[in-house]
């Protein structure tokens, strides 16, 4: 594992692009699976600028849905499918046949699991993962104390993801669970990013990377990927000893 230190969230989040278009250049089949929320969305709006700039294309890609709230229609503005299509897919002017999403509603949410692992084997594995790390440490809905061996599965949502989930929502919304690809997924990605940045995650970078590497702090896992580099803004990395 590699740990790269950024001046900003700026520079940051330019090189986080800059891994996806490299890895699309060299391979225009890569399959991709890039989380949500709001660590990654200047890497979005610089990856959509220079994709379309440059004419990168990404007409082969194939895009996974790292996860998704349960119950979250897909046209609320607080669910992933919606943060997908609005600041990546809409703009690169990727097809419905290229993205594999949850569905949310499903009322056959083991099937919906089902279908992913299927999709990710079918597609030859994940090439590049981006994620986030959760205030309690969660990489994706891998909530702390879940199983490593897990693939795409339901997770009841901790307390701590179902109160800092609002930020994402137009008014209080209930959110008991999450269907998120597993740990399992994120160790065979054949590439690895994971993105912090603020003071707010400096504490949780501290525990996920000077720590044990535990499946209490899900994101310490990170340091056990044969390709996994983790990418701190200063602020991020203000609490770690080295
Ligand atoms: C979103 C996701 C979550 C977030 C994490 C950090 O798809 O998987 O695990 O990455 O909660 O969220 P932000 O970036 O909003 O701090």
Redesign the pocket.
């Known amino acids: 594992m590699a740990i790269k230190i950024f001046r900003d969230y700026e520079r940051l989040s330019q090189e986080a692009a800059d891994e996806i278009i490299s890895l699309v250049k060299h391979k225009p089949r890569a399959v991709l699976c890039l989380?949500?929320?709001?660590?990654?969305r200047l890497a979005y709006e610089i990856l959509v600028e220079k994709a379309n700039a440059e004419k990168v294309d990404f007409s082969a890609v194939t895009f996974i849905a790292?996860?998704e709230w349960v119950g979250i229609p897909p046209d609320n503005a607080g669910s992933?499918f919606f943060f997908l299509h609005n600041n990546i897919f809409k703009p690169l002017g990727i097809q419905a046949e290229q993205t594999h999403l949850f569905d949310a509603l499903s009322n056959d949410l083991p099937s919906e699991c089902a279908k992913m692992d299927f999709v990710i084997h079918k597609k030859g594995g994940i090439d590049l993962i981006l994620?986030?790390?959760?205030?309690n440490g969660?990489?994706?809905?891998n909530e702390p104390g879940v199983a490593a061996a897990l693939k795409t599965h339901v997770a009841e949502l901790d307390a701590t993801?179902q109160l800092?989930?609002q930020?994402?929502f137009n008014q209080s919304t209930a959110l008991k669970l999450g269907i998120?690809l597993g740990l399992d997924h994120f160790m065979q990605s054949r590439k690895a990013l994971m993105l912090a940045s603020g003071k707010k995650?400096a504490e949780v970078m501290r525990l996920a990377l000077e720590g044990p590497v535990t499946t209490a702090v899900p994101a310490s896992i990170i340091r056990k990927h044969p390709d996994g580099t983790v990418m701190l803004d200063e602020d991020a990395a203000s609490l770690l000893k080295a």
């Not at 989380?35 to 990654?40: E, K, V």
Request: charged share 15%.
């Open positions: 989380a949500t929320g709001d660590t990654p790292l996860d992933c994620v986030g790390v959760g205030m969660h990489v994706g809905f993801t800092v989930g930020k994402y998120t995650k």
